[in-house]
Nanobody, 126 residues
Framework: QVQLVESGGGLVQDGGSLRLSCVASGRTFSGYCMGWFRQAPGKEREFVAAISWNGSSTFYADLAEPRFTISRDIAKNTVYLLMNNLKPEDSAVYYC???????????????????WGQGTQVTVFS
């Protein structure tokens, strides 16, 4: 079955950087859209960024640009989220998700995603 495993979270100082990784397995992901979402305590889960599996299209929430960059390595079946200039308000659990029916339109909608990882905690302290 499809598995998404995130890593790379941790504790970082205000202004620091982290790179999150999401290793996907269980099938080929050609035609998929891969997304990153986050959820802070007491808040709704929100869209951060997404990328088509072929890498031709990337999408960002306003909260992510220009500090965050999403990318993927097809050979490693891995999607990355590079986060620079982190702020305390970026503290959250970050989730990787896979949408099997990429259409370039619904990338920010959680309900469109078919598979989710377990999440990785990011904590930014000042």
């Amino acid at each position: 079955q499809v598995q998404l495993v995130e890593s790379g979270g941790g504790l970082v100082q205000d202004g620091g950087s982290l790179r999150l990784s999401c290793v996907a397995s269980g099938r080929t992901f050609s035609g998929y859209c891969m997304g990153w979402f986050r959820q802070a305590p007491g808040k709704e889960r929100e869209f951060v960024a997404a990328i088509s599996w072929n890498g031709s299209s990337t999408f960002y929430a306003d909260l992510a640009e220009p500090r965050f960059t999403i990318s993927r390595d097809i050979a490693k079946n891995t999607v990355y989220l590079l986060m620079n200039n982190l702020k305390p308000e970026d503290s959250a659990v970050y989730y990787c998700a896979a949408d099997a029916d990429y259409n370039g339109l619904t990338y920010s909608s959680q309900s469109e995603y078919d598979y989710w990882g377990q999440g990785t905690q990011v904590t930014v302290f000042s």
